[in-house]
């Protein structure tokens, strides 16, 4: 049974790309399709904990970020009242832009996602697949399971496919706050042994 999901970019997609062997879904026996089931449910559920771990940690570097800014902000304040334009105050205008930019690059992680959770609609279940005469009402329970096991396959792929984008974007940052330390000197020596 496949649903049409809709995505961000508003393209749709039919779920489940995957499908269990026909001769596997045969020989499950109610016990084995709850086994199943119970896994995927965990491992889905972890995809969107996970989202919110991304984005805990996002808000930290967020946090630093803004201190950063700020501080080389009140230094940029503080230094034009002099009217004198040197290194040091180029240097804390590169690093104001510097931090300017990965702050508005990080908000892109704390933006409100669409994470496919656990569970399905009764509408989706509740369908004629699922009561045809060649199903048996003691079966039925494993049909049901086999479709929402199928169903949390896609959802599982979908949601580590966003993780995993948003964990990218997550260690960029983190490496350009570590390369700034890095960039300030190199930038001051410059400035004052080349342009003033």
């Known amino acids: ?3 049409i999901i809709k995505e961000e970019n508003n393209k749709n ?16 026996t109610q016990d084995d399709a709850k086994f199943l089931f119970d ?3 965990k491992f889905l559920k972890d995809t969107v904990e996970t ?7 996002t808000n930290t570097l967020i946090t630093i970020i803004a201190g950063s800014l700020v501080a080389f902000m009140t230094y940029i304040i503080s230094r034009l009242s002099d009217y004198k334009i040197d290194s040091q105050l180029i240097t804390a205008t590169t690093s104001t832009i510097y931090l300017y930019i990965l702050i508005f690059y990080s908000f892109e992680n704390t933006k409100p996602k669409t994470y496919l959770i656990p569970g399905s609609l009764p509408q989706d279940l ?3 697949q699922f009561f045809v005469e060649g199903i048996e009402d003691k079966k039925r329970i ?14 599982i792929e979908k949601n580590a496919e966003l993780n995993k984008l948003r964990w990218n974007r997550y260690e960029n940052i983190l490496k350009a706050i570590l390369f700034l330390p890095i960039v300030l000197p190199i930038c001051y020596y410059f400035l004052n042994r080349f342009l003033l």
């Open 1 to 3: 049974m496949a649903k």
């Open 13 to 28: 997609t039919t779920a489940p790309s995957w499908q269990g062997k026909v001769e596997n879904k045969e020989k499950l």
């Open 39 to 41: 896994q995927a449910e």
């Open 51 to 57: 989202s919110n771990i991304i984005v805990s940690r």
């Open 126 to 128: 509740f369908v004629d």
């Open 142 to 155: 494993i049909h049901f399971y086999i479709s929402e096991i199928e169903n949390y396959q896609f959802k």
